[in-house]
């Protein structure tokens, strides 16, 4: 049961992965640089095509190990994924609503604040996290894509 469903998962990710990277051929190119918008969905569509044989071979993992061997366990182990899975969705959610009124940056933070906290990570770490990422995250897309980010509430700081 469990190989069914990594396997349905996987090979929907890796449908909308595909659905990505032709959605993004569509896209103007720009000739004064050596990549156009269509990079980044690419980007995205590769990690979710990764992501997607991770998951199926996880479940072939599972199923070989037997890791799994009550069936308490395995609602347990399904009732978290799903809640899991609700979090991640209400975060992107979230995100997008979020992003136009306070900017990427706290918007970014705030959700990974709350996305290492429901997968487990302390304070701490979701601390870290939180202040890091968006910082490594403005650099790639400010400096190296030339790609600005909304600064939203942050607008008076930006440089």
Aim: proline share 5%; net charge positive.
């Amino acid at each position: 049961m469990t190989l069914r469903r990594d396997f349905v998962v996987g090979a929907v990710l890796i449908a909308l992965a595909i659905a990505m990277i032709w959605g993004a051929q569509g896209f103007p190119r720009i000739r004064a640089m050596p990549y156009g918008p269509d990079l980044f969905p690419k980007i995205i569509a590769g990690g979710l095509i990764v992501s997607a044989l991770g998951i199926i071979l996880e479940g072939i993992r599972d199923i070989r190990s037997d890791r799994i061997d009550d069936s308490a366990g395995r609602d347990r182990i399904t009732m978290l994924a799903a809640l899991s899975f609700m979090g991640i969705v209400a975060l992107v959610a979230g995100f997008a609503l979020l992003l136009p009124v306070l900017g990427f940056h706290v918007a970014a933070a705030l959700v990974l604040l709350c996305a290492v906290r429901i997968f487990g990570g302390n304070w701490v770490l979701a601390g870290i996290m939180a202040l890091s990422a968006p910082v490594v995250l403005h650099y790639i897309f400010y400096s190296l894509m030339r790609v600005v980010l909304p600064w939203g509430v942050l607008a008076p700081y930006a440089w």
